[in-house]
């Protein structure tokens, strides 16, 4: 009985592996490579894709709720087929070009864009068996396909010769280029503990399970101050709030893609969400186990209902900061970036090594880690608070 | 010589030979990070992958991004400014480029470990080794570049520090108005 269970199990939870194997089998040698890697990458860009369509609606509605009213509720069964009325809208939309505008650059810059979106996409292991490659240098990979992302974003705001759009862009280099840095930091520590870059190796280390608790890291104190500082960048780096000042829809109307129209826009704003997924799902391989079950116990239920349930609860995480906290000032903004974030995730590197080194038992090992992380980060916030002077604000051009 | 060696070739030179034609600094960046792109795909292709990676997070995410930040910070699109895409010294740079290409292909033509390495197989070097190398064999110039790109650190933000004896100068409504 016992057996017939876990082999059910694990059917459904190879049941995409199985599926696209038998597919592929029935080719002729030749070509099953090739099909193999087309049926991936079909799976890839249909699922997050439907998956963006999905976050629109949620978002616009978990937005309603928290700024009590109804949200989207007209197209479809309470609205869920919102993202279809929109798709079909932005498709027939007239696609405008700004006539000083730098036609090529203007083209190119949301084809860069969401193609770099979708390239992170290929080293992230959505279940057990179900990455599109195992890289060696996996994680290097993610950050390397984000850096293009930040060039999508300059040829949109300087090709349109808008002021608003190249404001848009400046800002939103500015942060970018200050973010990944604590990006990088935070994520420096997993790949320290785990020895790898590889994404698959990286989550293989934490589906392992002490008693019936996984080894996540987020469950270590570097490894939860990681995870905090890590979505916390991760927000930044996806243009969205209380950082969203690229966009800032009260003061440069939308930033870089002001001059957008049509199914352009829609491509930018995918381009956002596609984004804003793929590091979400990055976090969850470095820190939350990837696929990997919490608890021992639970361990028959198919790896990719984890990864998703994982992925769906951080997405309703950045929903609910988003209808919380208010926009950031540029100043606070590249102060958050360079005096809280840069200390507190170079701190972090330490204490992920003293883990490894600090001698006695589990307890011990994490008071003394905490302790390493709690202190400094409650001497950090108070010197950052006392450096504030209150004072009445001045303007340049206003009264 | 296969079909992808061929296009990143291709890409890589009209990449390069685009980023000195093009008048508009921006244009010259963009095909520029083309080219750094075809080449960081051909290391790929070579089975380097550190090294492509590194390639696209240095040159495209941090070299050309730094180039396209300035031409925003300081607006000097030389779009509409028109000037000779040919400089006056070209016949200096000629002979120099030349001078630097003899020494390359002399050196590369009189390696004799090259034609060796034509028959034995490529050694697989994975991340690892590299990061194990840097941290054991080579950890002195490591130690040496990181404490020189820390000075050079320090120094950018010397430089941008507004003097403390020169702070009425340094406010932003002064600055604003002589712009």
């Known amino acids: ?399 | 010589m296969t079909i992808l060696f061929l296009i990143l070739a291709v890409l890589a030179i009209v990449g390069a030979s685009a980023a000195m034609a093009f008048r508009s600094a921006v244009h010259a960046i963009l095909s520029l990070a083309l080219a750094f792109v075809s080449l960081a795909i051909l290391y790929l292709s070579l089975d380097a992958q550190f090294v492509g990676f590194t390639q696209i997070i240095v040159y495209v995410g941090a070299v050309a991004i730094l180039a396209v930040f300035a031409i925003m910070m300081t607006r000097s699109d030389s779009a509409h400014h028109h000037s000779e895409v040919f400089s006056k010294s070209w016949l200096t740079g000629l002979v120099l480029a030349g001078g630097v290409f003899t020494v390359l292909a002399w050196a590369v033509l009189g390696d004799k470990t090259q034609h060796a390495a034509a028959d034995t197989p490529a050694p697989v070097t994975t991340v690892t080794q590299i990061g194990e190398a840097l941290m054991q064999r080579y950890a002195f110039p490591l130690e040496i570049m990181g404490l020189l790109l820390t000075a050079a650190l320090i120094g950018a933000v010397v430089l941008a520090m507004p003097l403390l004896s020169n702070k009425s100068a340094a406010n932003p409504a002064a600055k604003g108005d002589a712009r």
């Open chain 1, 1 to 399: 009985m016992a057996s017939m269970s876990t082999g059910f199990a694990n059917q459904a939870d190879q049941i995409f592996v199985v599926l696209k194997g038998a597919v592929v089998s029935h080719l002729p040698v030749i070509l099953q490579p090739l099909v193999s890697a087309i049926i991936s990458m079909v799976g890839v860009v249909a699922v997050f894709a439907g998956l963006f369509a999905l976050t629109t609606v949620f978002e616009r509605k978990g937005l309603g709720r928290m700024q009590n009213r109804l949200g989207p509720n007209r197209v479809g069964p309470f609205g869920f087929f919102q993202p279809a009325a929109d798709g079909i809208k932005s498709l027939t939309k007239e696609d405008l070009v700004p006539r000083a505008a730098d036609k090529a650059v203007h083209f190119l810059a949301p084809v860069v864009l969401v193609a770099a979106s979708f390239l992170g996409y290929a080293v992230l292991p959505v279940g057990r068996n179900m990455v599109l490659t195992n890289l060696d240098a996996g994680v290097l990979y993610f950050f390397a396909a984000g850096s293009m992302v930040e060039l999508g974003v300059f040829m949109a705001g300087w090709s349109s010769h808008s002021k608003y759009s190249l404001l848009g862009a400046m800002r939103a280099v500015a942060q970018m280029i200050s973010y990944e840095v604590p990006l990088v930091l935070a994520s420096i520590t997993v790949i320290m503990t785990a020895g790898s870059l590889s994404t698959v190796d990286i989550v293989a280390k934490q589906a392992q399970y002490t008693g019936t608790i996984a080894h996540w890291y987020v469950f270590t104190p570097w490894g939860f101050a990681g995870f905090i500082l890590f979505m916390i960048a991760a927000t930044a780096e996806s243009n969205r709030c209380p950082f969203d000042l690229p966009e800032g829809e009260s003061e440069i109307i939308a930033g870089y893609f002001i001059e957008y129209s049509g199914f352009k826009f829609a491509l930018f704003f995918a381009g956002e969400y596609l984004g804003m997924l793929a590091t979400s799902a990055l976090a969850i391989t470095l820190f939350l186990g990837g696929w990997s079950s919490p608890f021992s116990f639970f361990t028959w239920v198919p790896s990719w209902i984890w990864f998703f349930a994982k992925l769906l609860t951080l997405i309703f995480c950045f929903i609910w900061v988003r209808g919380t906290l208010p926009r950031l000032r540029m100043d606070q903004l590249m102060g958050l970036a360079w005096k809280f974030m840069l200390p507190m995730t170079i701190l972090n590197l330490f204490v992920a090594a003293a883990w490894r080194f600090v001698p006695g038992g589990l307890p011990v090992r994490w008071f003394v880690c905490a302790a390493m992380l709690v202190i400094p980060f409650a001497l950090l916030s108070r010197g950052l608070r006392s450096e504030k002077k209150l004072q009445t604000r001045t303007y340049r051009f206003a009264e």
